[in-house]
């Protein structure tokens, strides 16, 4: 499917799910979001963490609301049902989604300004030279007698000065090849928008709404 | 072809009260290699990164391409008439792969899709870099990425081709293939080639015209002054005299077994025994890009290697990282990566909480800071010093944690004559005073004579001791 319009499809799901409170439905959109997952062969791994840690946020949130007492079994369960719904749809969204292909879609299908289309890919590059760069410091830090953890605010500061830093250096090697904000550029790869992208978009929305509708006391 | 003209360009860095470059004029002639050299910190990156539109001019009309200020090129045009390869071969590209980065450039010039693919094909073609075409660009190794940086140039056409200091991190044969491909390009395809390197060696047989930038001028050279520089300038020699071959007595510190660095696609080190000697003060040589930084960020376990490493014979991977990180500790090439704090003094005041206090006494470290220059910046915010100066504060905040393994990745890189002689003073005294294990990474050579007792040259994938210099 087209990446834009998948994008859209999830967002728009996910806002209607989290204003409606149809349990049913929810379980149907895990069971469709779980079925595509395993279809696109997304690792055990993967699977078992995005299973596990939404379990125990979605544990928790139950727990609290059922020793306050006041949420009746219904909300509980659709309370418990919309956070893996959420995480599913997310899951199966960036799973089987190419970041670059999502860029390219964004810029020609969305027409969104390149600027931003390949600044948010460019962010994403950056993750493993983030995850490089935190290990350093706390290195660093631990070579200089000090424990750095995950919520000291030093590491961060530490973080924010690199990223300025990498953010002129990506602004220099973009203008380098070329790239002027808001100049035209051609399309070596053009990601298709096809009316069957219409389609499936259009009857997943479609069935949502009716399940939403039967499904509403 | 293009010429390019700096006309009474000045410009000065806010915060700075000397102009980098003061009222410079240069012409660069077009279809002719020059190749531009000076101090380092001299401006040479500035005035390229200004030739370049990588800064913004203070006076568009000042450079020109063949009479034309580059803002009145029209934006799809820009990156044919000038383009840069940086100095540090990672930070120059936006893309994974490189078949998505050359892409994304020719998209930038609004090529015609269909010509793309030919295009891409015929430049990394031209540099002989063909299977590189589907690898992802960080993986490669640095020399790997300046021929990709300089095929994507090759493949937007672009006039004038810039390079600052291309050669810093990339090993001999790497810089040799480059330099002819630069040079392919400037007699068969009449490009424009501005090289900025503080090395002169090797170049007697490519270069036109040498530029030479000091005290914010340039003066350009004609061909034959710049024969005569070049056959005067002798790089510097390594001169080691007090250096032995390991002995049986010498207590071995760090035990490498089997130790190999690298990746399935390029081997740094080949597996070998490697023994580094405690109380003793290493040199470690070899080419640019060899491994040597690598190695020195597996023995602080911030990198991957194959086989075992030992520290007083207990395996480093099993040891808790905090007390280790306190025996083996690195001063990292970069003096941003080792800073914690914002000011000089607090800097100063974190490695005297938890470093050798009874050695560096407050009056010892005024002593230290006095004679190293930066007894009047301590309330200065570190990331406004001068590379030198934050080079120095490295050095001595370091020097105060007094590890028992100490490993300086470039101590004196970027320093000038005076700085170095103070720093390896310095050095010298607090290794003999304290017993330290110094392992050293350095391309200075001049200057450590009195320190140096053992030398590691790393060759061929192999460390091996050597004997004496004369």
Known sequence: ?217 | MATVTVHALTFSYPNRTRPVLDDLNVTFPSGKFSLLTGVSGGGKSTLLKLIAGLTPLPDAGTITFDGQPLSQISPADRAATVAMLFQEPSTQFTMDTVVNELRFALENQCVDPAAIPAKITAALDFIGIADLRDRQLMQLSGGEQQKVALAIIVAMDSDVILLDEPFASIDPPTRLALLEKLVMLCTQRGKTIILADHDLSNYDRWVDHLAVLDQGHVTLLSPAETQTRFAAFTPDKLRLTHVTLPTDDLTVSLQGTQLALGHEHRQLLRPQDLALFAHQATLITGPNGSGKSTLFRALVRLGNYQGQLTYDGQDIRKLPRKRYARQVSLMFQSASAQFLNVTVAEELALSQKFGNHTYFTPTRVQDLLTQLNLADHVDQIIYSLSSGQQKKLQLLCMLIMAPNVLLLDEPLKGLDFASIQVVMRILTTVQRDLNLTLIMISHQLSGLDDLITLHLALDHQQLTYQEATP
């Open chain 1, 1 to 217: 499917m087209n990446p834009s319009l998948k994008l859209a499809l999830v967002v728009l799901i996910a806002l209607e799910v989290s204003f409606t409170q149809v349990w049913t439905v929810n379980v149907v959109l895990i069971i469709v979001s779980l079925a595509l997952m395993l279809l696109n062969h997304v690792t055990l791994k993967r699977f078992l963490w995005l299973t596990l840690v939404p379990l125990f946020f979605a544990s928790a949130l139950v727990w609290s609301l059922t020793l306050q007492g006041t949420a009746s079994q219904h909300f509980l369960l659709v309370i418990f049902t919309r956070m893996f719904v959420y995480v599913y749809m997310g899951g199966l969204f960036t799973q089987t989604t190419d970041p670059l292909t999502l860029t390219r879609s964004l810029e020609q299908n969305a027409k969104l300004p390149s600027k931003f289309a390949y600044g948010f890919l460019a962010a994403f590059n950056l993750m493993p030279k983030i995850q490089a760069e935190v290990a350093t410091i706390r290195a660093a830090a631990l070579m200089r007698g000090q424990e750095l953890h995950v919520w000291s605010p030093q590491l961060y500061f530490k973080v924010i000065l690199a990223a300025m830093n990498w953010s002129d250096q990506l602004a220099a090697a973009m203008t380098s090849h070329g790239f002027v904000e808001g100049a035209p550029r051609t399309h070596a790869i053009t990601v298709a928008l096809r009316s069957r992208d219409w389609w499936v978009f259009a009857l997943s929305l479609i069935a949502v709404q009716v399940g939403l509708f039967i499904g509403l006391p």
